[in-house]
């Protein structure tokens, strides 16, 4: 059996009540680039945190202490503490340059976005304590061979979906990708919310 391919950056699922009229999105429904304000106050948060870091350190080592085992157990244990964050940091900036390069190849194609009709072949749902999902991956598969994409809350305060809110397998999708394009292109994946009485085969939405 084929494994299911993984969703890339840009390759998003966007639940529907109801078919819309067979027109390519405009617009790549994701995030843009961090904002210049948020990445300031994050880099003076992980410079305190940094600074806060190195003079903890400093009375570890001139103090008396129960041995040279315990400053440097302490000492390992901060400085991985602040790297740690450094690289959440970056993988952020990471993520934010992906979505900025997925919205602008999604801009870019205009009048080469073509749809594809196809069907969930797999899925993952991922929930928290109380059953609410916040984010789900759909395996589908059209006349184009296999694709991936997800679904995600847009932000923290973000209202969860129920677990019957979530396309099964089985379910039919329309699906907008560029023109012969890679694996890694951003694709939107419309399905509608198997919650809501559905009002039209997708073949009708034609």
Do not use: C, H, N, Y
């Not at 299911?4 to 429904?29: F, I």
């Not at 679904?151 to 089985?170: D, F, H, I, K, N």
């Amino acid at each position: 059996m084929t494994p299911s391919p993984s969703a890339s950056v840009g390759q998003v699922v966007v639940l529907l009540e109801r078919w819309p009229d067979p027109v390519p999105p405009a617009e790549l429904p994701i995030r843009g680039a961090m904002r210049p304000g948020a990445r300031a106050v994050f880099v003076v948060l992980l410079l305190l945190a940094t600074v806060v870091g190195a003079g903890t350190l400093i009375p570890i080592w001139t103090t008396p202490t129960p041995g040279v085992w315990f400053s440097v157990l302490f000492t390992v244990f901060i400085a991985a503490l602040v790297l740690v964050l450094w690289f959440v940091f970056a993988g952020a900036l990471a993520q934010s340059a992906m979505r900025v390069r997925a919205l602008a190849r999604w801009r870019g194609a205009s009048g080469r976005i073509e749809r594809l009709d196809g069907t969930v072949v797999a899925r993952t749902v991922s929930t928290i304590e109380d059953g609410g999902v916040d984010r789900f991956e759909l395996s589908v598969e059209t006349s184009a061979g296999m694709s991936a994409a997800v679904w995600e809350r847009p932000t923290a305060r973000s209202r969860m979906l129920l677990q019957t809110q979530v396309p099964g397998v089985g379910a039919k999708v329309r699906v907008w990708r560029i023109r012969d394009a890679g694996p890694e292109d951003p694709l939107i994946v419309e399905v509608q919310d198997p919650s809501v009485v559905p009002s039209a085969p997708v073949e009708d939405a034609v």
